[in-house]
């Protein structure tokens, strides 16, 4: 289901929005029934600030799940918006710097972008996690000519328990990207929705295929990349 509040999104027809040859009403029937995509907009200064929140449930347990949204080691194999997912510095266990690149969006319409981000994974009594994530600026990095560098606002993924089947996982997952450059408001408000679709999809089948550690904070192996000369 999509839910939009105060949204500046242009429907091409009621409750439908065109992404190259898919429509948001295509991919929301791939994904797994109970999740809910919700679009928020509010006013930050004189700037427009979109929030995406996508809430659904997974079959497979809050600990496993934690842990495999989080492990850098594998993301490029199963998040197929990724070209690179490099740590490139480790702060502790649970906390570590990442340069990421993404693909191209939109049928080409949106270049790939690279963000600094901060991700931080913290456990919590019941099996409940949270992973964090806000851009950074980082020395080693800096923004260059051939990415334009994007900006993450505080985003992240709850995991928790299903309370009828402890199998089961409530996900809850916010997003608040600025992509920057000179792109239109209308093409980034019609692609966020279905990348965030495509990302649940690609998560549940990466779940079946790349098995994480259990236990919560099983985080082992994450790798530090050296700065860009």
């Known amino acids: 289901m999509l839910h939009h509040q ?5 429907p091409s027809g009621p409750g439908l929005f065109f992404v190259g040859r898919w429509t948001i009403r295509q991919l929301l029937n791939k994904l797994p029934k109970k999740f809910l995509v919700t679009i928020k907009t509010h006013l930050a200064g004189k700037w427009l600030k979109i929030q995406y929140r996508v ?4 079959p497979e347990s809050s600990t496993k799940l934690s842990d495999f949204l989080y492990q850098p080691g594998n993301k490029v194999m199963w998040d197929k918006s990724l070209k690179t997912y490099d740590v490139v510095h480790k702060i ?10 993404t693909q191209s969006f939109a049928m080409g319409s949106i270049s790939p972008r690279d963000f600094i981000d901060v991700v931080c994974f913290k456990c919590y ?13 980082f020395p080693g990095y800096p923004p260059t000519s051939e990415y334009i560098r994007g900006y993450n606002y505080p985003c992240g993924f709850v995991c928790s328990p299903l309370k009828e089947n402890p199998a089961y996982s409530k996900l809850v997952m916010f997003v608040q990207t600025d992509m920057r450059g000179k792109l239109p408001t209308s093409i980034v408000e019609k692609t966020m929705p279905s990348n ?3 990302f649940v999809l690609n998560a549940k089948d990466g779940l079946r295929t790349h098995k994480a550690p259990s236990g919560c904070g099983n985080h082992s192996g994450h790798s530090s990349s050296p700065p860009k000369k």
């Open 6 to 10: 105060n949204s500046a999104m242009t």
């Open 55 to 58: 809430e659904g449930i997974i």
């Open 196 to 198: 965030l679709i495509k």
């Open 125 to 137: 009594e019941g099996n409940m996690a949270i992973i964090s994530s806000k851009s950074v600026d």
């Open 92 to 101: 502790d266990s649970s906390t570590f710097i990442c340069h990421t690149i």
